[in-house]
């Protein structure tokens, strides 16, 4: 079977099981595990129901698309994501943003947890991506192009639509949570950077650095999705403070942020055109 037909075969699927489809669907990233508990009206689907659909393979990830109401507003959202580093191609990384554009999903709104490259940054700041870095050295995009989603060479020069951004930035604004913005650099992990790649990576001009997140938007935008990305700092970059990093730190702050990183992002939601 070819891809396109995968991905159509579980767009119809979802919009089969969930009957008319949110135009908005938000990816949760760590600190925003529990995020799924302000809908209302919630009815989840877990992948292993959608034939074709990928496995999640982390212990303890949830593995399902939910969709429910905020304030009024239905919205798709997706527990559980594909990392690269897990193992799995690219193409199956990026393959649930493709079957929500197949199903009629216009706005994507992406959130991960990252490391602050930025030394004007701290643990448990929330970052707007205003634009990403792909220092992986490879591309969701490679190989035979899906003409039915869109170009061979796409346009990038607005990834981190800038409409989306403004409402962001008003609406935090208007709950009185600060919300820095800046660059989001991708590498495959799952190792943490040196110190050494992190000053290469603020030479480079990234603010933040993460295992997530740039494939889903490079493949989203291909598919001509609106894209919103936020970061939550869970802790500050290798080598910028004289300590190890541990991934501990990085849930235990995602942990304490996850309240008003949720409000947020249900404010954004809600409130998208
Ligand atoms: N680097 C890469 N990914 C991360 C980090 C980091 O420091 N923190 C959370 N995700």
New binding site residues.
Partial sequence: MKEIERIDRCASELKSRFGNLPDRAIILG?GLGDFADRLADAQALPYAEIEGFPRPTVEGHRGELIRGMLSGKPVLVMAGRFHYYEGHPLSTVVFPARVLARAGVKKLFIT?????VNTGFSPGDLMLISDHLNIAGTNPLMGDNLDELGPRFPDMSEVYDRDLRELAKNIAKRLGIELKEGVYAW?T?PS??TPAE?RMARALGAD????STVPEAIAANHAGLKILGISL??????GILDQP?HHRE?VETAAKAARRFGALVEGILAEMP
Wanted: net charge negative.
């Fill in positions: 760590s991960n947890a990252a490391g602050g590498g992990g943490y950077e992190v933040a650095v993460g295992m700092i869970t802790n500050m970059a290798a990093l990085v």
